[in-house]
């Protein structure tokens, strides 16, 4: 572009010089009667020498409209220069936008599955029953973060197998209707990071397109295996599955490695809080049942009715002494029960005249009998260890005729 400007300067100002010898030479001849032929043409440049040095004017416009052409041909230089710069600061500025955009979009999705996380964390941990952490969870993760399908594998106490628990798509539910479990360390990528317990990723090319081949899974394309750790042992799986390939990236690996932690912990608590309302019930049917044993014999040879007069205080009555006419809205009856186990009850009848029972009456009447269960059973622990006490110093002391005898030969 260059050279072509610099040789159109440099015909232009060589053919515009030629003008002038032309034009000189032509006057001379017109002027001096010469008709118009070349050979007249030659013959007045030959006679006059002034024409000689017009005949240089070419040369020297050519050189000049050189020297301008080089002028411009740099300037138009400068100009493809700055052009270039512009149209380069333009598309740098388009990049940076798009770029931009591209982060901005991303911020947002890191964002969201941050918060995702968070109320998948949330709301696990605020579930005890096991089973239901686990199929609320593999709901909310494939929801939240628009999974294909999620699936938790929990490994066996013998830690041969990853066993399917939990499934979010269709296809994982047929799953675990037929048990599905994977051996620990040697099935895909879910035994291989049960195994050694690091995420493992798999996509839809090269070697790793092996793995999809569930049929029960068709439109896989990107798998993620996550540890399920606690106390550095890895009780489970989250698996995941999208139909996008390429699907994580090492950001989405990490937020959804946090949420496995969570969960695993989660997991963890309703494991300790199912055994823990597990112990008390058993503990409390011991209970019950050694607070039976220990009032059989009380109840079983006598059932005591006592009630109270306002002239003869307290008797003993039989059962034909009860009064016949109890109304429901003057009497109150509620049983004494010490850990769950009664051994009696207590009743207040008012007359009919008087007025019903009030809200308060009730609350404080049933206070005072839930108090009288651990009165009376702390009555029937003191008789038992007194009678205990009773028979050990009776067991141990020695018979009155040896003690006699002894203190005769002493003498």
């Not at 009667?33 to 006059?48: A, D, E, K, P, R």
């Not at 009064?323 to 207040?348: C, E, H, K, W, Y």
Request: hydrophobic content about 45%; glycine content about 6%.
């Amino acid at each position: 572009m260059r050279r072509r400007v610099i040789l159109l300067y440099t015909f232009a100002g060589a053919l515009f010089g030629l003008l002038f010898p032309l034009t000189s030479t032509l006057w001379l001849m017109i002027e001096g009667g010469y008709s118009i032929t070349l050979q007249n043409f030659l013959v007045v440049q030959s006679l006059h020498p002034l024409e000689w040095m017009i005949d240089t004017a070419p040369i020297f416009l050519g050189l000049f409209a050189m020297i301008a052409g080089r002028r411009q041909a740099n300037v138009l230089d400068l100009n493809n220069e700055l052009t270039q710069q512009i149209s380069d600061k333009e598309r740098l500025t388009n990049e940076l936008e798009a770029l931009k955009n591209k982060l901005e979009l991303y911020v947002e999705k890191q964002l969201m599955e941050l918060k995702s996380a968070a109320q998948v964390a949330r709301e696990a941990a605020a579930i005890h029953d096991l089973d239901m952490l686990l199929e609320n969870t593999v709901n909310l993760i494939s929801n939240r973060f628009g999974f294909y399908h999620a699936g938790i594998f929990l490994i066996d106490d013998q830690r041969e197998f990853a066993v399917l628990c939990a499934a979010s798509s269709e296809g994982g539910k047929k799953m675990l209707a037929r048990q599905h479990k994977l051996p620990v360390g040697k099935v895909g990528i879910v035994g291989y990071s049960a195994g050694v317990g690091e995420p493992r990723i798999a996509l839809d090319v090269g070697a790793d397109a092996t793995f999809f081949n569930n049929p029960d899974l068709p439109q896989t394309r990107s798998e993620a295996a996550l540890p399920l750790k606690s106390r550095d042992r890895v009780i489970g799986i989250l698996d995941v599955q999208s139909t996008q390939s390429n699907a994580f990236s090492d950001d989405d690996v990490a937020i959804l490695q946090t949420l496995a932690d969570q969960l695993a912990l989660a997991i963890e608590n309703a494991r300790l809080f199912t055994e823990t309302q597990n112990t008390l019930k058993e503990a409390a049917s011991v209970n019950r049942r050694l607070v039976a044993q220990a009032w059989q014999p009380r109840v079983a040879t006598h059932h005591p009715i006592y009630t109270y007069d306002p002239i003869m205080g307290i008797k003993q009555i039989s059962n034909s002494d009860l009064p016949q006419n109890i109304t429901n809205d003057r009497t109150l009856v509620a049983p004494i029960m010490f850990r769950g186990q009664s051994f009696g009850s207590v009743a207040l009848q008012r007359a009919d005249g008087e007025p019903v029972w009030t809200q308060s009456e009730i609350e404080f009447f049933n206070m005072i009998v839930s108090q009288l269960g651990l009165a009376l059973e702390n009555a029937r622990m003191l008789e038992d260890t007194q009678e205990q006490a009773e028979r050990e110093k009776q067991r141990h002391s020695p018979p009155f005729s040896a003690f006699v005898q002894h203190r005769r030969c002493g003498e």
